[in-house]
């Protein structure tokens, strides 16, 4: 089956604590892309990259991290330096073919 | 201006009815427009594509309206299953960055 999956579905975290969210895609696609939603808001970007070991910055990086070793592999830490980091995290993937973005089924981040 | 604005609803409608969504845009360079769905604490799906001549999916069809810079989204024969929140979603160009609305609710009710 083709597709992205992000793991754990769910998560909590102690403050102060780093966190790790997981996203493999099989879809061959170069780039991916980290966003967070919050209840009643729209997606905002975190981070992206169009390629291994290239990323870049989006609207809200500060308190995360991520790498691209892998094509297929897009990981996203949660520092404690980030100040509101209870939220929905969407990984997503771009068939540049067709211009259009696939998103994972999210990770719920609650920090307790 | 928000760069991407949706009437954040939520739509109550009938069963059966016809509704309505526009979505307005800001950068007028912007090339790719998409309409997804998102169900209650799932991730967005692409229901479609918004295409300059516009373009049909069944009981849905997206419309482009570059000179007024808006996309719309009709719901023919509204299903209980439709009820969704519907996320408007604008690439602009030159740019790997794609930009979301906050969504308009539709409760189609029995």
């Known amino acids: 089956d083709g597709g992205i999956t992000q793991s754990p579905k769910y998560l909590f975290r102690k403050e102060g604590q780093n966190v790790t969210l997981s996203c493999e895609q099989n879809?061959?696609?170069?780039?991916m892309y980290w966003y967070r939603q919050d209840p009643g808001q729209g997606l905002r970007l975190i981070y992206y990259?169009?390629?291994?070991?290239?990323?870049q910055k989006g609207d809200i990086a500060e308190g995360y991290s991520v790498s691209r070793e892998k094509k297929e592999s897009f990981p996203l830490t949660v520092t404690s330096a980030q100040k509101n980091p209870t939220a929905f995290y969407l990984c997503?993937?771009?068939?540049?073919?067709?211009?259009?973005?696939?998103f994972g089924p999210g990770t719920r981040l609650t920090v307790l | 201006r928000k760069e991407v604005e949706q009437d954040p609803g939520p739509f109550n409608v009938p069963e059966g009815a016809t509704v309505a969504f526009n979505c307005t845009y800001s950068?007028?360079?912007?090339?790719?427009f998409f309409w997804y769905r998102q169900d209650c604490r799932k991730e967005p799906k692409l229901l479609m594509s918004?295409?300059?001549s516009g373009n049909e999916d069944g009981r849905f069809t997206a419309q482009l309206n570059r000179a007024s810079q808006y996309i719309s989204l009709l719901i023919r024969d509204s299903k209980l299953s439709d009820s969704a929140t519907y996320l408007c979603?604008?690439?602009?160009?030159?740019?790997?960055?794609?930009?979301f609305g906050t969504g308009t609710r539709l409760k189609v009710l029995a």
């Open positions: 990259s169009q390629i291994v070991n290239d990323f």
């Open positions: 997503a993937s771009m068939d540049r073919e067709i211009d259009t973005q696939y």
């Open positions: 879809l061959n696609h170069d780039a």
């Open positions: 950068n007028s360079a912007s090339q790719s």
């Open positions: 979603v604008v690439k602009p160009p030159g740019t790997y960055k794609y930009i």
């Open positions: 918004v295409y300059s």
